[in-house]
């Protein structure tokens, strides 16, 4: 058995697990394992300006690839910065370890200097934590830790490790275990069969049916069987903001997004269903609106991994307990016995309804010629990237116009904080994409306050060479805070106002990036076009938006799924 | 409506406090909680008693099922059960009428005297939550509580039915 210090196991268990970027920041009660660190090359530490940003840049990582993503951090200062990062990768359930360095163990409780509580900080974000004893158990822990973060559902996990146990001074045997089993943890992957079999007889039943896709088409890599199941049923598909890309959003069955923002054919749909699939999604209430008021025709069937998901806001009438790609899997082999050559003909009255909400074109905005819409910009990233970059978000106006008007092909290509809708998030979790794609064209699509959340990492951009492409959208406001004092308030403009932007532009070059701005929208074009021609240079878009347009469609708070306004002035 | 909620988890640092923290978190009710390791020292059952209608209750089972350290769940009251819990409770007995009312009632109740001295009798007794609240009310009529210390209810299901691993 190989002898080797606590620092060394916890890097050499890093590599058994087969990591190979770390984000992370140094600092006492780490310093072993970052000297560990420095005498190898199999895992490739990246040094970030603030640990809340190597939590998201783990994040990113994790959802461009589905593979855990890691964030190494110091105790105390180090361990609680990252605690946004970790309860929004907690909310979207993202795959992710965080190493937290700790006091040494006969300090813990007697507030030693950068001591914090970090297992108890972060109990009520993570899927699990540990906080480790002993030396010899640390290479148990990190194979734990990954097991748990990505099987089932997936999510964070912390690894609290006291500084005498990573003591480089002194040696322990190591020993990685081959094969994790916990017998208190479990996760059902495949459905119940007699569940099945009730879905596949809703699902055949069904005149007016509706596929749901969430996140967790997404987690369990079940695009392709999301495909083949809405094709055989002839069925349309929504997705919600996390499941967006799970379905192509240029498929001719695809209805848009759902929800608070949702188009109005996906809303109308939803509500109107006799029979609504949820693949992955939780009814969270920016979709469901009114609960009670929530699809009152449909049979429920709702797929997924987690059973407190199930029935938690919405009753699902048909509950399956599984990983939505395996259930799908079980779906499609009964379907094939079953008759669905007149499927077509059966919908056909169904499409015919959803042609006539699609004729409203609720996606369709006043155009200008003076000032340059947001949507507008977002179509024009479209096309100069073909459709195919990965777009990370931060959070608000410009999130759901990236939502709505970007219509993502491929799962994993749309990137962003759905659940705690952390501001601050896009900007690192495009550079943990740039990461686990190198040749890949990384977009973020931002705003003026949230890329001032984490613009310190325009430093880190420039010490890795990460040639990410920021799209500020600059309405010299909160937009979307804007948007509910518009819509709300009156119009008062309480706060969301910023009366001393910074120059983008020079900020940009001061990192040693390009930074290019846009005020008219005949120089749009030209302007995108520049900046995807720096392929290896990080570039900053800084383009003068509307700064009273809002996001439309939206519903009405209190109504049902289907009850929204489609402009400043009109409603369903 | 009163539920108790039986749990087999990991006897494992931090396991409760993930647990208190999933009621705590969602706004779940506590009533009591009891906990201890079990025959086998690497588990430990944990009996909460809680209220909330049908859909609180199953949201609470599955949310506490959900944690890692949890191997299984039951809400004991779905079906027949025993449960006990036990409270130690301190009489001040000033007179000879009292000391003796003390223990005839304790008698009646089978409570057990289990310290006494000049001025008060400490008594042990276990049962339903009912019935020991039904004790202390009696003990409030004939002398005066000086302070008690109650376990919070444990208990098995009836029969065949166990929460094993």
Redesign the interface.
Known sequence: MKMMSGAAMVVEALKDVGVKHVFGYPGGAVLDIYDALFAQDDVEHVLVRHEQAAAHMADGYARATGKTGTVLVTSGPGATNTITGIATAYMDSIPMVILSGQVPSMHIGEDAFQETDM??CS??IV???F?V?RAVDIPEAIAKAYY?ANTGRPGPVVVDLPKDLVNVQEEHPYHFPADVT????NPTEKGHPRQVKKAVKSLIKAKRPVLYVGGGAIASEASARVIQLAEQLHAPVTCTLMGLGAFPGTHEQFLGMLGMHGTLEANKAMHNADCILALGARFDDRVTNNVAKFCPHADIIHVDI???SI??TVNAHIPVVGSVDTVLEQILEQLADKELADQQHKLSEWWEQIAQWRTRQCLNYEDSASVIKPQKVIQALYKHTNGDAYVSSDVGQHQMFAALYYPFKNPRQWINSGGLGTMGFGLPAAMGVQFAHRDAVSVVVTGDGSIQMNIQELSTCLQYNLPVKIISLNNRALGMVRQWQDMIYKGRHSHSYMDSMPDFVKLAEAYGHVGIRVDKLEDLDAAMEKCFSYTDRLVFMDIQVDQNEHVYPMQIKFGAMDDMRLSKTERT | MKRIISVL??NA??AL??IV?VFS?RGYNVDSLCVAPTDDPSLSRLTITTHGDD?VI??IT??V???????KVVDLTDGTHIERELMLVKVATRTEGMRAEVKRNADIFRARIVDVNATNYTIEITGTTDKLDAFSTTMNQCAEIIESSRTGVCGLARGERALR?
């Open positions: 297992v108890g109990r009520p899927k699990h934590s906080l004893k748990i916990m017998r208190s943890y987690d059973p407190a029935s938690k | 988890m990991e640092p931090g406090s993930r923290g978190q859909k199953e949201q599955k949310q099922n959900k944690l890692i350290d949890v191997l691993p």
